[in-house]
Structures are given as structure tokens and as C-alpha cells.
């Protein structure tokens, strides 16, 4: 029976989002059940297409790219995929009309990372952004807002915001590894081998602008998506302010982390505050 086969996909999609991220599933254990197992779906989809192009350096990345790019084609033509992550990212896709421009979106900006490494003007790296974290924020909003295309559109601007918050506070992060493993460079008119206060502290005001916009659709999502996703906002603000607070030369020379024993204050504190009406 497909059934059972659909249950085992969404498994996988469940463990693909625990086992790579612990904050990103701790705050999706906050949304209601009802939405829960496809904000999994879309995760485990733009997950196992961010690791070809950034961790099987073994193999031919670009083969297994566009086998998986063609897997995917199959599965929203045909409904069906033995892929079970494409198997339950596509009933999602169905579930709640996902475009697919932001699909396709989406793969092309991570199929760039297969030949592009360096991003040296502002048009460009928005474009990056745009395709790797906007439209996925785009994708949850869709699950968020339960297809409810007036709610879309009025939330769409601030969804976007968010991911691009979200996106770049990973790149300010991962400046070391990206750089040093993957020989990338995102953060335009910035030279990563002498970056000073004065750039990073450009960057964190861009970022900060961005969760500014994105706190105000945090404030209009409805009730079974509004904790979760401030539990993620919560998570990245926190993570901002460490690498606020961290030296520039240490950001590049480190990776900056929220211990998980901080998380979890984090996210009781936040319960807590919702709980109380005090998100607003």
C-alpha cells in the first residue's frame, strides 16, 4: 500500500530535520500537528540539496546534482517518487499549491554553488539569497498560512526578510568553513582574510533591518505557526548577538554556536512569553 510507503517518507523527513538540525527541530515540534510533518517535508527536500553541493566532495557533485534534480521533475510529474525525502516533499507541494517557480528557484541558486564562489556585488548576492533562503521561507509560509492565498501575499514580503535574516546570519557564522572548505565567498566588498569591525558590524545592521520586517509577520501568523517560527526568530537573534559580541577575527577564524543547554533556556523563555501574550 502507498499509505504505508507515505508514512515511512514522512519518517524520513522527520529524521533527515532532527539529525542536521537541533534548533531548527526543536522549533518545529512548537507548530501544530496539523503542519508539523510538511514544514519536515520541505526541510529534508532543500536539506538534501544544500549537502551534494556542500558536503560529497568525494564524488561528482554535479551528476549526483542533476540526478537528483531529475529525480525531482519526476516525482511533482508523476506524484510518486522512490526517493522517499522527494516522495513526501512532493505531497507537500500539492498539499498547499507551492509554485514551482520558487522550486525551480530554489535549485538553481544551489546549483550555482557548484560553480560559483564568489559574490562581488550586492545584485548578485541578493539574487543568491533570494533563491537559497527567501522562497524556502516562501514554501513554509504557504504550509503556515494553509494554502490562504490573500494571507500569503500580505505575509510574503516579511517571510522573505525572515529567511534572508535567517541565511545570513549562517553565512557570518560559517564564514570559516565556507571559506576555508568550500572556497566560497558571499558577503559582497568584503575581503574575508581582513575582515574588520567596521564590515562585520555593516553586515549585522543589514541583518538586523531584516528581522525587523520579518518580526512583523511573525506577529500575523496564525496560531498554530506563531510559536514555532518565533522560536526560530528567538534562536537566530541570540545567535546574532553572540557573533555581535564576538571579534571579527575570531568569526572567521571559529565557528560561533548557541550550546544546546542555551537553547533550551532560550526556547522555555520564549514558551513563556507567548504564553503570557507577550509576543507583540
Do not use: W
Not at 500539492?94 to 550555482?112: A, E, G, P
Not at 581582513?194 to 520579518?214: A, H
Request: charged share 30%.
Amino acid at each position: 500500500m502507498k499509505k504505508l510507503f507515505d508514512i515511512v517518507s514522512k519518517k524520513c523527513s522527520k529524521q533527515v530535520t532532527e539529525t542536521y538540525s537541533t534548533s531548527f527541530s526543536l522549533a518545529t515540534r512548537l507548530l501544530g500537528p496539523s503542519i508539523r510533518q510538511d514544514i519536515y517535508n520541505i526541510y529534508g527536500f532543500v536539506r538534501f540539496a544544500d549537502e551534494i553541493v556542500d558536503s560529497f566532495h568525494d564524488y561528482n557533485k554535479e551528476v549526483l546534482f542533476s540526478r537528483f534534480e531529475n529525480a525531482l521533475e519526476e516525482a511533482l510529474l508523476d506524484k510518486i517518487s522512490l526517493n522517499p525525502i522527494l516522495n513526501s516533499f512532493q505531497e507537500t507541494v500539492y498539499k498547499y499549491n507551492i509554485q514551482k517557480d520558487l522550486i525551480d528557484t530554489f535549485m538553481d541558486s544551489m546549483r550555482l554553488d557548484l560553480t560559483k564562489s564568489v559574490y562581488t556585488t550586492t545584485e548578485e548576492f541578493n539574487e543568491y539569497i533570494y533563491g537559497s533562503a527567501d522562497v524556502v521561507g516562501l514554501m513554509c509560509l504557504k504550509v503556515f498560512v494553509k494554502g490562504d492565498s490573500e494571507k500569503y501575499e500580505q505575509l510574503k514580503e516579511s517571510a522573505m526578510n525572515l529567511g534572508s535574516a535567517f541565511q545570513k546570519v549562517n553565512f557570518l557564522r560559517d564564514l570559516k568553513e565556507d571559506y576555508e572548505n568550500l572556497s566560497r565567498t558571499y558577503f559582497p566588498n568584503t575581503n574575508l582574510d581582513s575582515l574588520d569591525e567596521d564590515s562585520k558590524s555593516k553586515i549585522i545592521e543589514e541583518i538586523e533591518e531584516n528581522f525587523t520586517q520579518g518580526y512583523q509577520g511573525i506577529l500575523q501568523l496564525p496560531h498554530d505557526s506563531k510559536l514555532g517560527v518565533f522560536v526560530a526568530y528567538r534562536y537566530y537573534k541570540r545567535l546574532l548577538k553572540k557573533l555581535q559580541k564576538t571579534p571579527a577575527t575570531e568569526i572567521k577564524n571559529s565557528r560561533i554556536r548557541v550550546p544546546n543547554i542555551e537553547k533550551i533556556g532560550l526556547l522555555t523563555r520564549s514558551y513563556v512569553k507567548y504564553q503570557l501574550n507577550l509576543v507583540k
